[in-house]
């Protein structure tokens, strides 16, 4: 089969409307010539239509005509690598979904390690963020926690009492393993992160946990993160201020 049928029939098996990129066609080192003109021919015909450079889809028809891919699933398409998650959303989109804001953003920040994350999806910037520690399937949903607590003052339109309480319902739900790799997570953010959180772990009664945190603290550091005794006691004791 030459190499025009074959990445045919590949992407024959792929959904249609979902993005795609040559790693998900297995092409071979010495094919990728000859598989560059194939998708040239492809786009052409119209049997694949390009988002960006290097990422595809195919067409999805329904009764309203064709469809392309949600931005949802053109964002997943750069936080992935040959099936590995290397990144994921942050920022105010993330807080919005988190229930932190009802503020949507009208750019989308991507954090990532080993990646810088930029592209445009019409009128949508999407724009690289550092991420602090390598990004894996298992521990986005810890990293999006800290992301929070390291941006809490800055989320806008936030209501401090409801919001810790979404972080604290956050928190309940982990396991005992999870707590334990969130706290060693924590130890490479911003100090603030590391403060907001050990407090909110303190209120809950988890101060077993907080020690490594407290100790990582210069204990002349103040935090202004809009946070008083009445909403949150144990401010004081992580030197949080109002």
């Known amino acids: 089969m030459n190499i025009t049928k074959k990445i045919?029939?590949?992407?024959?098996?792929?959904?249609?409307?979902?993005?795609?990129?040559?790693?998900?066609?297995?092409?071979?080192?010495?094919?990728i010539g000859a598989a560059a003109k194939a998708i040239e021919r492809f786009l052409n015909k119209g049997f694949i239509k390009r988002i960006s450079r290097g990422?595809?889809?195919?067409?999805?028809?329904?009764?309203?005509?064709?469809?392309?891919?949600?931005?949802?699933?053109?964002?997943?398409?750069?936080?992935?690598?040959?099936?590995?998650?290397?990144?994921?959303?942050?920022?105010?989109?993330?807080?919005?979904?988190?229930?932190?804001?009802?503020?949507?953003?009208?750019?989308i920040r991507c954090a990532s390690r080993v990646k810088r994350i930029s592209t445009r999806i019409g009128n949508t910037q999407i724009k690289p963020v550092k991420s602090y520690v390598n990004v894996t399937e298992e521990n986005v949903p810890l990293l999006e926690l800290l992301d929070a607590f390291k941006d809490f003052k800055s989320i806008p339109d936030l209501d401090v009492p409801s919001s810790l309480a979404i972080l604290k319902n956050k928190l309940k739900h982990l396991s005992d393993a999870d707590l334990s790799t969130l706290i060693r997570y924590a130890l490479k953010y911003p100090p603030r992160a590391q403060a907001l959180l050990g407090a909110v772990l303190d209120n809950m009664g988890q101060k077993k946990l907080t020690g490594k945190l407290k100790e990582n603290l210069n204990p002349l550091s103040t935090f202004k993160l809009g946070i008083n005794e009445d909403i949150l006691p144990e401010v004081t004791r992580w030197n949080i201020k109002g």
């Open 8 to 31: 045919e029939s590949r992407i024959n098996r792929l959904d249609p409307g979902i993005p795609f990129k040559y790693e998900q066609l297995a092409i071979e080192r010495e094919e």
């Open 55 to 107: 990422v595809f889809y195919k067409p999805k028809q329904s009764v309203f005509g064709e469809l392309g891919p949600s931005e949802d699933d053109f964002i997943k398409s750069y936080l992935f690598r040959k099936g590995k998650r290397i990144g994921y959303i942050t920022g105010t989109y993330l807080y919005n979904r988190m229930g932190l804001t009802t503020q949507f953003p009208k750019n």
